[in-house]
């Protein structure tokens, strides 16, 4: 789905946004770490994930990507909460 590095740029800042979007709380980060968020998300979940279970719908591919990129943003998160309580 994702064939080019430009894919993988513009699929992973739509990714992102919607990752941000549907993710409840607030989320301080800007819109590069977003976009490189989405792009992570789109290459993990999109890319590896979705070919590892063997999916093909277009569709579905982007819903992994999205739950990867929202997995992924609570992993950040609780990072720079640990990081910050030092």
Not at 60 to 67: K, R, S
């Amino acid at each position: 789905m994702f064939d080019s590095f430009l894919g993988y740029l513009i699929g992973g800042a739509v990714i992102g946004i919607l990752a941000r979007l549907i993710k409840p709380g607030a989320d301080p980060m800007g819109w590069i770490l977003t976009i490189l968020l989405g792009v992570a998300g789109a290459w993990l979940g999109g890319g590896i994930i979705a070919t590892a279970l063997g999916l093909t719908s277009s569709l579905l591919i982007w819903v992994v990507a999205i739950v990867t990129a929202i997995v992924l943003l609570f992993l950040y998160e609780a990072i720079r909460s640990k990081s910050a309580k030092k």
